[in-house]
């Protein structure tokens, strides 16, 4: 019971944050109360999602643009200047394979990290437990399920390591 009412708090917190017509002031007060923790200068854009009692933490610099979903049964990370595309999903949570009767079983749930300076494409989906390197790039709808070292370009789904950056 005490838990549905915490997500319904959040989900009320998150609704009134995404409002486009309350001011900035009021937007970070909001977003505050539904567990997201941003270093300023951040910027979230409206219609971002954070749904899950982990903590969602921004460095500075971060940019979050708009319809971005967070996952957060487990805490999820953004350092500085990192930049996401619209309609980016970060996952943290899964579910355990269960019997014929019902396969998605026990909830899990695994931290996400994004790096310092990383610029994650529009449409982009990170699942959980994936730490994705400093300096690295993730293109448009690609689909993370592994980690990605630092400075790298990964794309496709799954994506895949296409090249090293300078």
């Not at 007060?29 to 903590?55: E, F, M, N, Y």
């Not at 940019?63 to 943290?92: E, S, W």
């Not at 749930?109 to 449409?123: L, M, R």
């Amino acid at each position: 019971m005490a838990r549905s009412h915490t997500y319904r708090s959040q989900a009320i917190a998150v609704a009134l944050a995404s409002n486009p017509l309350i001011s900035g002031a009021s937007r970070w007060k909001w977003l505050r109360r539904a567990g997201v923790d941003a270093a300023p200068p951040s910027l979230i854009h409206t219609g971002v999602v954070v749904q899950g009692l982990g903590r969602l933490t921004l460095g500075a610099g971060s940019f979050v643009n708009h319809g971005c979903y967070f996952d957060t049964v487990a805490d999820i990370t953004l350092g500085q200047r990192v930049f996401l595309g619209d309609h980016v999903r970060v996952l943290t949570s899964s579910h355990r394979m269960g019997t014929a009767e019902q396969r998605a079983s026990t909830l899990t749930g695994e931290p996400v990290t994004i790096g310092d300076g990383a610029w994650i494409g529009s449409g982009a989906v990170i699942m959980p437990g994936v730490t994705i390197g400093a300096g690295a790039v993730i293109g448009a709808n690609s689909l993370v399920t592994k980690d990605c070292a630092p400075h790298t370009l990964h794309l496709g789904s799954p994506a895949r390591h296409v090249r090293d950056l300078d």
